[in-house]
């Protein structure tokens, strides 16, 4: 079972530099999330998707994009790379509304950007 | 907008006691999620708490929820070394699940 897959799983970007994460997951989840964790710090959210052609705004939005054109994927995009966005960056998938609804997250995508 | 607050940030054990980790939510909630992560890896599912009052065990972490006090509890026995890690509650509203902080624990011999 492949569950939610992240690339690359690193990367470092210059100043001005554009990326996009790639996120796929093959559990068929109607939700997808993006976050980030800065160094000992808890996970933030960035956006969600609720089902595909869906995506909202999470607690840190700014600096990012996304798009739900499947449900099995949900790439988040960077213009503009600035240092602050240095982070981990993590996807996740779960099947909100059929009673256990835990969240399934990748392995994480570790950004530095210089 | 939901925030979710943990306490302690840092808990240090010793093998063999018990203590508990709180965690408080600010909005009504639909789900109180339990996740464990170890040192520069991913999250993993401990528990999903979905009413008033439910209790879920596994080994030696119990969680709790209470909806009117908007606080739930993870409940760790008899702790071993196995057990360090960091320990993050989630709750989620309207959609989006937002995270505590985290509680980072170490267990000592």
């Known amino acids: 079972n492949a569950g939610v897959t992240q690339t690359p799983k690193f990367r470092i970007l210059k100043i001005g530099q554009s990326m996009t994460l790639q996120c796929t997951q093959d559990?068929?989840?109607?939700?997808m999330y993006w976050y980030r964790q800065d160094p000992g710090m808890g996970l933030k959210l960035i956006y969600y998707?609720?089902?595909?052609?869906?995506?909202d705004k999470g607690e840190v939005p700014n600096g990012y994009n996304v798009s739900r054109s499947t449900t099995e994927d949900f790439p988040l995009r960077l213009e503009l790379a600035a240092p602050s966005q240095t982070s981990v960056y993590f996807c996740?998938?779960?099947?909100?509304?059929?009673?256990?609804?835990?969240?399934?997250f990748g392995q994480g995508t570790r950004l530095t950007v210089v | 907008e939901l925030k979710v607050e943990q306490n302690p940030l840092f808990l240090s054990m010793q093998e063999g006691k018990n203590y508990t980790i709180y965690c408080n939510y600010s909005?009504?909630?639909?789900?109180l999620y339990w996740y464990r992560q170890d040192p520069g890896k991913s999250l993993e599912s401990l528990f999903v708490?979905?009413?008033?009052?439910a209790v879920k065990q596994e080994g030696r972490l119990m969680a709790s929820l209470d909806t009117k006090a908007r606080l739930s509890t993870l409940h760790i026995t008899a702790a071993v070394h196995d057990l360090s890690a960091t320990y993050f509650c989630?709750?989620?509203?309207?959609?989006?699940?937002?995270f505590g902080a985290g509680t980072r624990l170490t267990v000592k011999p």
């Open positions: 989630a709750a989620d509203n309207n959609n989006d699940m937002r």
């Open positions: 998707s609720v089902g595909a052609g869906i995506t």
């Open positions: 996740a998938s779960s099947d909100q509304g059929r009673g256990n609804t835990e969240a399934f």
């Open positions: 708490l979905l009413s008033n009052g």
């Open positions: 909005t009504t909630s639909d789900r």
């Open positions: 559990m068929n989840h109607n939700y």
